[in-house]
Each structure stands twice: as C-alpha cells, then as structure tokens.
Nanobody, 125 residues
Framework: QVQLVESGGGLVQPGGSLRLSCATSGLPFTTFIPVSMAWFRQAPGKEREFVGAIKWPGINTYYGDSVKGRFTISRDNAEKTVYLQMDRLKPEDTAVYSC???????????????WGQGTQVTVSS
C-alpha cells in the first residue's frame, strides 16, 4: 500500500544541478504519527550511502558529509512530496538515487522500511 515514486533523474554535466522528487502515497502524514523521509544513493559496486533526511511533520534536516553544502532536502506537505535539490554536481555523485520512509524520527540515517525504485543520476561531460 505504501508507495514511493522517484523522478527527476537524468544526465547532467559536472557543476550542474538537478532536482529529484519523491511522490508518496499510503503513509500517514499526520501530526499523530511521525514519519521520516530520506534520500539514499548507490553506485555500481558500492554500498548504499545516506544522502539526506527530513522529518515529517517538521522541518529538521540532516545530510551526509559528502553532500553537505551542495544538496538540499525539502518537502511539500500538500502534495506529500519530498525533494532533493542537487547543486554543483560531481562525477562522484553518479548513482541510483532512492527515497525511503520509516515511522519515527529518532534516527535519520538508517532504519528505513519503505523504498522507491530509484532514479538514475549521471554526472558526466
């Protein structure tokens, strides 16, 4: 019943920008049940890496060290959508980016139960 659908991936040049979207459904985004939303990425042959997370409801955000200062996570409450704005992209950012969700907000970097299929981001000249 829970569905997460990413979009916005593509091919960009180094130094460029890209905005990813994660449309959600089936999650109880209410004031009574806390939900954490996050972005992860995984490159071929590498482990999945935490990118950023945001509390729902709430506005607290947390970022992985490799993307701090370059990526920004935000949300649209009405549309139940989480965004990942990626700026000053590097070839090392090339990966499949997935959004994730979990109940609770204590730990932002792990423990996610629901995942989208992912969207490919390729940074290359």
């Amino acid at each position: 019943q829970v569905q997460l659908v990413e979009s916005g991936g593509g091919l960009v040049q180094p130094g460029g920008s890209l905005r990813l979207s994660c449309a959600t459904s089936g999650l109880p985004f209410t004031t009574f049940i806390p939900v954490s939303m996050a972005w992860f990425r995984q490159a071929p042959g590498k482990e999945r890496e935490f990118v950023g997370a945001i509390k729902w409801p709430g506005i607290n955000t947390y970022y992985g060290d490799s993307v701090k200062g370059r990526f920004t996570i935000s949300r649209d409450n009405a549309e139940k959508t989480v965004y990942l704005q990626m700026d000053r992209l590097k070839p090392e950012d090339t990966a499949v980016y997935s959004c994730a969700a979990k109940y609770g907000t204590d730990l932002q970097t792990g423990g996610y139960d629901y995942w989208g299929q992912g969207t490919q981001v390729t940074v290359s000249s």
